[in-house]
């Protein structure tokens, strides 16, 4: 870590004046694509991703069908102008982990066997890029599938919980990811705290990383209601139009 960088200053402040235990403003919108069965839009800190399902439908090429579920098919992709070093455009080995990991979480909450030998095609677009991008497309894309009418077990909230200057740190940004000690990013399924994504880059003592879980998981509820207060609004709307008419 480049020691003129100070990640924490001496009153427990962060880079951008958050606490340890803060998460980034965060912003969800869903149903923002009208030719999508379902969509979502999520700004957390300067991430800004969209999330657009499409489907159940018939799956292809045919060898990849299931007959006894639907296949969840998760296309996640950061845009060549989302970072300010250009990215290379296209698919790459980051992107393809990203869109396997994303795939499994949601698999593990939509009830699959509802769907035999169709597909699930949830596609993740990073607009613009500042760390948790992995977490801020799958909190996306739960609420896209709430947004289709999925039959699921529940929503995904996801978080990253990070380690910087020795002190644990909820929700990492740029500076923090780039320059820290250890990123973790887990996602669950707030009805029963079931761990559905976990990853861990750096290092933790047992201790600290009990910790961040338990932060983590904290996160996670608190971004959960977030999640169904965006799927509210989508459809009080909808109904408070009806009730006009």
Do not use: W
């Not at 969509?39 to 069908?65: D, T, W």
């Not at 990203?98 to 939509?110: G, P």
Request: proline share 5%.
């Amino acid at each position: 870590m480049d020691s003129d960088i100070v990640m924490v200053d001496d009153k427990g402040k962060r880079v951008d004046g958050r606490e340890a235990n803060d998460l980034r403003p965060m912003k969800i919108e869903a149903g923002v694509l009208p030719n999508a069965d379902g969509s979502a839009y999520l700004e957390i800190g300067k991430n800004k991703v969209l999330a657009a399902v499409y489907g159940p439908r018939e799956c292809h090429p045919r060898h990849l069908q299931d007959p006894t579920k639907a296949i969840v098919q998760c296309k996640y992709n950061m845009q060549s102008y989302s970072v300010s070093d250009r990215k290379r455009p296209g698919p790459d080995r980051r992107s393809a982990e990203i869109s396997k990991i994303i795939s499994e979480a949601l698999e593990s909450v939509i009830l699959t066997e509802l769907f035999p030998r169709a597909s699930i095609d949830v596609y993740i677009e990073i607009m613009q890029a500042n760390a948790g991008t992995r977490c801020a497309g799958l909190t996306a894309a739960s609420v896209a599938l709430a947004d289709a009418g999925m039959p699921m077990r529940d929503l995904v909230p996801s978080v990253a919980v990070g380690k910087a200057d020795g002190k644990l740190l909820l929700d990492l940004n740029k500076e923090e990811d780039n320059f820290g000690e250890a990123d973790l990013p887990l996602a669950i399924i707030p009805k029963t705290d079931e761990v559905v994504l976990l990853q861990m880059d750096g290092h933790m003592t047992k201790e600290e990383f009990d910790s961040a879980m338990k932060t983590g998981v904290a996160a996670c509820h608190e971004i959960y209601e977030m999640q169904k207060d965006a799927l509210r609004r989508r459809y009080s709307v909808g109904e408070e139009e009806e009730v006009e008419e």
